[in-house]
């Protein structure tokens, strides 16, 4: 008994308004409330409900164009308040975060490019090139050395002008010499042979022969 006469004087006053709390805890404590008052009025318990809401939202309840709550209905009437205060809560998250991000266009900054830094490198190590000798070439001689050499060769022999032999001359020639068979160039070449050939003679025969023609 003493449970229902505090709850009886509780939804007399004013102290179980909504205030500050959200809906749902009003609800809750609202319909603890009744429920040990033994209220069962449905029109009671309306306005008892309404009573107690914030001011706006039992003023967008009682001004809802189209389906609004009957004042015989407090179930319609809890549900009206819970969506109400939801969507109230909704709205207020969406503000702050709108209030949040920079509304307008966005201003540019210029932003002065930094100076290039300077990076010094370290010398780099000198390059060792290694030289090819270029290949031996084939000893060639001094000039002075190849033309003593040219000298020193043995000329080559006359050919004997009856049998071509190199060996020999016409004049010890062992085969018979025939004269016509001599070009011109030959004869006059065998002509000058014999020539020098005479004026050759030992000096043990001009020595006979003058005793020779002495004696005669």
């Known amino acids: 008994m003493n449970a229902e006469a ?28 009744v429920s040990n008052a033994g209220y069962t009025d449905l029109w009671t318990l309306v306005v008892k409900f309404r009573r107690g809401l914030k001011l706006g939202i039992q003023n967008q309840i009682a001004t809802m164009p189209y389906r609004r ?38 201003k540019t900054v210029s932003v002065r490019p930094s100076p290039m830094s300077v990076v010094r490198l370290p010398p780099a190590p000198p390059l060792l090139v290694t030289l090819k000798s270029p290949p031996p070439t084939p000893f060639m001689g001094v000039p002075m ?18 049998c071509g032999d190199a060996n020999h001359l016409v004049q010890d020639c062992p ?27 030992p000096i043990e025969e001009s020595c006979l022969l003058e005793e020779e023609e002495d004696f005669a």
């Open 69 to 106: 709550p009957a004042d015989t209905d407090p179930d319609a009437w809890y549900r009206a308040a819970q969506r109400i205060d939801q969507a109230r809560l909704a709205n207020e998250a969406f503000q702050s975060i709108s209030r949040s991000t920079p509304s307008g266009p966005a």
């Open 175 to 201: 085969h018979h010499m025939d004269v016509r068979l001599l070009t011109s160039e030959q004869r006059e070449e065998l002509f000058e042979d014999f020539l020098a050939l005479k004026d050759t003679v």
């Open 145 to 162: 050395d190849v033309d003593a050499t040219r000298k020193t060769r043995s000329l080559p022999l006359q050919e004997c002008y009856q």
């Open 6 to 33: 505090d709850a009886i004087n509780t939804l007399e006053g004013t102290s179980y308004h909504q205030g500050g709390r959200m809906v749902d805890d009003y609800l809750d404590n609202f319909q603890t409330l």
